[in-house]
C-alpha cells in the first residue's frame, strides 16, 4: 500500500502567504469597509516594462510561422539569454562567469526550493532567521531537518538576526554544509557588505560548506559598497551557488524568469570521497526534471540585460525605492526600531508585539496588509514586514491609515 | 564537509534526449552531408495556433498597464484556465473533476518528475517497459531504487512490453504501491483501451496502490473505444493522478503548460495510518516550490479549451497522425513488425538489433535522426522510435532516404 512522505507532516503551517492570502479574504468576505490595501507580499505592481513586452509579442510572431517556430528550447536556457546575463550582470562587472554556468528557469523560487535535491541526506542546514521561507520548508520536505518543536525544526542552524546586532548578516557558530544567504535580505531588508560576504566565503571554505545566495534583490543596491554578486568576492566561485531573478527588477513576477549560477569550479565529494561537479549534476537534474522556459519570455528577459532594459529596471526599482523612502520617514516619527527600506524594497519592523496579532491589528483597524515576521522563522517574532512594492497612492493611503495608530501605539 | 546525494552516480547516463542531440550535434559536425532530419525528440513543428498567439499578445497588453497588470497568480493556475480545463476535457465528457482538482503546470516533464515526492522512501514502483525515462530517473534522484545493474535499476518492477503481447499494456504480477502509466503510450504508440484501465483501475485499488497516468497525448485520440482520460473509468478517481499537457495537442513544446488532476477522493496514509488528502499535499508542495505559470501563457492555453481552440487542437493533430500514416505505409512494405502510430504520434519498431547501434546506422547512412529503444527501459533494446511530428516535406525526405535502407535489410 502506497504511504505518504511523512516529512510534508513536520511542515508547520500552509506556505504563509498562501496563508495570508487566505485570512485576508476571509477577513474581506465578512467585513465591509474600505478597499484593503496589501503591503503584505512582495509583489510588483507596476506595468511591465515596454521593452519586455515589445520582445514578447515580436517572439509570438516567430512562434506562428512553421519556419521560426521555437519548441523544446534548451532545459537550461536559450544562448541569446545566458549570454546577455553573462555580459550585463557579470562581466560588465569585472566578474568572470561563462554562459554554461548559468541556467534559465521559472523563479528563484523553485531554484532555491530545488538545489536541496543536490546534497546528501545528512546535509546540516543553516540561514540566517528571519529568512524567506522556502528555505527551510523545501529542506522540510526533502527530509533534512527534524520536527518542528518550539518554533524551530530540530537539526536546522538558526542564526538569530536581531535588533541587538542591528540586523547584520552572521555566520554560524558551528561548522555546517549548506548555508543560505538572503542580500539584499528578506525580509530585513539589510544589505550584506564586502566584508560581511568576505567572511561569509573565508568560513564556507574553511569549513568545506556551500553557500546558496539569493540575489534576487541586487538590483535595488545603490551604493557600491554593497556587492551586487558574490562572485565579486575573492574565490566564491569555489563555495558559492548564486540565484537571480527579474521577478523584482523587471517585474517579472507574472512571467516568471530567473536564473542561477552554479559555477564550473564548484566541487564536492561524495560519500567515497570522490569529487564532483555541481555545475554537472544541476544540469542533470534539470534536464531530467525541467524543460525550460517559454521561448517569448526568453526573449523578453534577453531585452533586459540590454542597457535600455537597464535603464528600465533602474526606473522601475527607484520608483519602489521611493515608496521605501515614504514608509522611513513616517517611521521615523515613531519610536519603533525599524531596518531596510535602503537598497532594499522591504522594511523590517520591531513591534515587540505577537507578529500574527499585529498582522489582524493592522488588517482591522487600517485594512492594510503587512506579513507577520514569525512567518520567515523563530526571530521574526515580534517584528512585521512592510513592502515598498505597490502603486504610490496606494502607500501613501496606507500611511494615512496607520499614522494614527502607529502614532498612537509607538509614541516617541 | 558537504556531500552530494549519491543517488544521482546511479543514473546510468545521461538524459536521453541531451544524449541524442549532443551525438547527433558531433557527428554532424564532422561529416558534411545533406541537412539532417529530425524523427528523434518528439517536438512539434507546425506554427502556434492562431489563437494562442493573439490571446498571449492580448494577455501582454494587459501586463503593460499597472491597472490591468498581473503580477504572482495562484500557484495552481487561475480560474479561468482551471474552469477552461474541468469544462472542456471533463465535464464535456460526463467525468466528475473540480477546478479545485487541477494543478496548472510548466510541463508534465516537471509533474511527472516531481509527483514522487509526495510518497515515502520506501515506495515500490512499477512501470511500463519501455517507458518515458522520466518516471525513473526522478526516482533514481528521490532515492527510491537501487543501482543500475544489467540495464537495470533493482527495486523497480518493469512490467515488459514487447511483439510477444503486440505491446499491449500489462500489470505488475506484484503488488505495487506507484504505476506509471502513459497511453498514448510513449514510446510504443499503443493505446490502452477501456478494459485494460478498468482492470488498472481494479488492480490499484485492489492493492491500495497510486496511478500516475500521463495522458500527455490523449488529443490524438480517434476513436471512442480508446478513453480520453482515465477518470472516464469508475473509481479511479480514488486511485488516479492524471497529467496532461498542451505541448502536444496546441504545439506548446516553447510555451510550456501543463496541468496535473489531483482529485479529492484520492487519501494515501502516514506511516501512522491516517488518512491524508494528496490533492492537499500536491497544493502545500506547489505552494511552497513552484510559482505558477506566465499569465499570458495561462491565457493562450484557456483559448485553446474554447470550441474554436479544439478545432485548432484538431487540425493540429490531424497533420501529424497523417505524417504517421505515410510512416506505417513504408513499413508495411518491410517484413518489420511495429505498433503505434494510430491515435498515437509514435511509431515503435522491432529491429531486432542493438538500438544504439540503429541509431548510428541511420545517421550515418540517411542522415535521419530515431530514437533507440533502449533509452526507453531494458525491454526497448532492439527497437526504435520514430516520431510523426515533423513537416510533411521532412517526413516525405526521410522516407525516401530510409526506403532503399529498410527494404534491404527487412526484406519482406
Not at 193 to 201: G, S
Not at 234 to 251: D, F, Q, T, V
Not at 278 to 294: C, E, I, P, Y
Not at 395 to 409: D, K
Request: hydrophobic share 40%; proline share 5%; with cysteine.
Amino acid at each position: 500500500m502506497t504511504t505518504i512522505n511523512n516529512n510534508f507532516l513536520k511542515l508547520n503551517s500552509s506556505y504563509l502567504f498562501s496563508r495570508i492570502a487566505s485570512e485576508v479574504k476571509t477577513y474581506d468576505s465578512k467585513n465591509a469597509g474600505a478597499p484593503i490595501i496589501s503591503l503584505g507580499i512582495g509583489d510588483v505592481t507596476q506595468g511591465l516594462p515596454s521593452l519586455a513586452g515589445q520582445a514578447m509579442v515580436d517572439a509570438i510572431g516567430d512562434m506562428l510561422s512553421p519556419s521560426t517556430f521555437r519548441g523544446y528550447g534548451p532545459e537550461q536556457g536559450y544562448d541569446f539569454l545566458r549570454s546577455a546575463i553573462v555580459q550585463s550582470q557579470y562581466r560588465s562587472r569585472n566578474v568572470d562567469i561563462d554562459a554554461d554556468e548559468i541556467f534559465v528557469s521559472d523563479g528563484a523560487k523553485s531554484d532555491t526550493a530545488n538545489i536541496q535535491e543536490l546534497f546528501s541526506d545528512a546535509t546540516r542546514i543553516a540561514m540566517n532567521d528571519p529568512v524567506y521561507p522556502v528555505y527551510v520548508d523545501s529542506n522540510v520536505i526533502g527530509g533534512r531537518t527534524g520536527k518542528w518543536v518550539d518554533g524551530r525544526y530540530e537539526g536546522v542552524v538558526y542564526i538569530p538576526i536581531s535588533s541587538k546586532n542591528n540586523y547584520r548578516f552572521l555566520l554560524p557558530d558551528v561548522p555546517v554544509d549548506l548555508i543560505y544567504v538572503c542580500s539584499p535580505n528578506n525580509p530585513t531588508g539589510a544589505v550584506a557588505t564586502k566584508e560581511e560576504l568576505q567572511r561569509l566565503v573565508d568560513f564556507a571554505l574553511d569549513c568545506g560548506a556551500v553557500i546558496i545566495y539569493d540575489a534576487a534583490y541586487e538590483s535595488f543596491i545603490r551604493d557600491p559598497r554593497f556587492p551586487r554578486s558574490i562572485y565579486e568576492i575573492p574565490r566564491a566561485c569555489e563555495c558559492a551557488i548564486e540565484c537571480n531573478s527579474l521577478s523584482k527588477s523587471a517585474g517579472f513576477t507574472g512571467l516568471r524568469c530567473a536564473y542561477t549560477v552554479v559555477p564550473k569550479k564548484l566541487q564536492v565529494k561524495d560519500a567515497e570521497g570522490t569529487s564532483h561537479s555541481l555545475r554537472d549534476l544541476w544540469l542533470r537534474r534539470q534536464t531530467t526534471k525541467f524543460n525550460g522556459v517559454a521561448y517569448p519570455i526568453q526573449r523578453a528577459a534577453a531585452a533586459m540585460f540590454t542597457p535600455e532594459g537597464q535603464a528600465q529596471i533602474r526606473e522601475l526599482t527607484d520608483y519602489y525605492l521611493k515608496n521605501a523612502t515614504i514608509i522611513r520617514a513616517l517611521l521615523d516619527e515613531t519610536s519603533l526600531e525599524f531596518s531596510g527600506g535602503l537598497h532594499a524594497p522591504y522594511i523590517w519592523i520591531n513591534v515587540k508585539q505577537d507578529s500574527w496579532e499585529c498582522f489582524r491589528m493592522l488588517l482591522e483597524e487600517a485594512r492594510v496588509v503587512v506579513t507577520p515576521g514569525a512567518g520567515f522563522g523563530p526571530s521574526g517574532e515580534g517584528h512585521i514586514r512592510i513592502s515598498a512594492f505597490a502603486m504610490r497612492e496606494s502607500v501613501v493611503s496606507a500611511l494615512q491609515r496607520l499614522r494614527p495608530i502607529l502614532l498612537m501605539n509607538w509614541k516617541k
